[in-house]
C-alpha cells in the first residue's frame, strides 16, 4: 500500500520567508510524529499528533515552529521567518500503534 | 533524558558478517529499533526488539538484547553492497505518557567493499 508521502521534496528558500511543508501519512495511522534531521544534530524529535491533538510539543525548538493535523490525515509544519539552521531533513512517520513509525522520504529545507 | 551512542562507522567485506553496537541509558525503553537509511532516502524500519526479549532473528538480521549492560548489536549475515547505509538505533520509552517518540543515536555508517 502507500506509504508516507511529504511534500515538498526540496525547498529552498531566503532567510526571514515563511515555509510550510507537507506530511501525508498512512491511512488509517493514528498517531504522526515530525523531526528533523541536521548534520550538527542527528535525529531529534520535533511533534507528536494522536488524531488531531498534539499533547507533546517539547521538541519544537522555537515559537518560529509550529504545526497542525486535520483529522487522522495530513499534518503540515509551518516554519516563520527562516534562519540558516533551520536547513536540514524534516521526516515525517506515521504509526497506528506508536510501536512500528514508518517515515516518508523527508523533506529537505535550505534556507539562503 | 534517554541517550543513544552507537560507533559513527563500520566497514566489512562482501559476504563478511557485520555487526552494529548501540549503547542507550535509560532502563524504561521499552522497545528497540534499528532503521536503515539509504543516500537521499527516509529511513526504513528493519526490526525492533521488546525489552523483554534476548534476541530476535528476521532472515538474515540478528537483535541482540543485553537489558542488564544496555547495550542492543544488530548483526547482518553475509552482508552484500545493498548493505551499504546508514544504520540508526532508537529507543522509546514511556515517556510523559504513551506517545512513543522514539530517540535516535547518530547512525553508524556500513560502507561494505567487494
Known amino acids: 500500500g502507500a506509504g508516507v508521502s511529504q511534500s515538498p521534496s526540496n525547498k529552498v528558500t531566503e532567510k526571514g520567508k515563511d515555509v510550510e511543508l507537507r506530511c501525508d501519512p498512512i491511512?488509517?495511522?493514528?498517531?504522526l510524529y515530525w523531526y528533523r534531521q541536521s548534520l550538527g544534530q542527528g535525529l531529534e524529535f520535533l511533534i507528536y499528533?494522536?488524531?488531531?491533538?498534539?499533547?507533546?510539543k517539547s521538541g519544537l525548538p522555537s515559537d518560529r515552529f509550529s504545526a497542525e493535523r486535520t483529522g487522522e490525515s495530513v499534518s503540515t509544519l509551518t516554519i516563520q521567518r527562516t534562519q540558516q539552521e533551520d536547513s536540514a531533513v524534516y521526516l515525517c512517520?506515521?504509526?497506528?500503534?506508536?510501536?512500528?513509525?514508518?517515515f516518508g522520504p523527508g523533506t529537505r529545507l535550505t534556507v539562503t | 533524558g534517554e541517550d543513544v551512542e552507537q560507533s559513527l562507522f563500520l566497514s566489512v567485506r562482501e559476504g563478511d558478517s557485520s555487526v552494529i553496537n548501540c549503547t542507550y541509558t535509560?532502563?524504561?525503553?521499552?522497545?528497540l529499533y534499528w532503521y536503515k537509511q539509504e543516500p537521499g532516502a527516509g529511513l526504513q524500519l528493519l526490526t525492533y526488539i521488546f525489552s523483554n526479549m534476548d534476541m530476535k532473528q528476521d532472515q538474515r538480521l540478528t537483535v541482540l538484547l543485553n537489558k542488564k549492560d544496555k547495550h542492543l548489536s544488530l548483526r547482518i549475515a553475509d552482508t552484500q553492497t545493498g548493505d551499504s547505509a546508514i544504520y540508526f538505533c532508537a529507543a522509546r520509552g514511556w515517556y510523559g505518557g504513551s506517545q512513543g517518540n522514539l530517540i535516535f543515536g547518530k547512525g553508524t555508517k556500513l560502507s561494505v567493499k567487494p
Open positions: 491511512s488509517g495511522h493514528t498517531a
Open positions: 535509560d532502563s524504561s525503553s521499552t522497545y
Open positions: 499528533f494522536q488524531g488531531n491533538s498534539a499533547p507533546d
Open positions: 512517520a506515521s504509526s497506528s500503534d506508536s510501536y512500528e513509525q514508518y
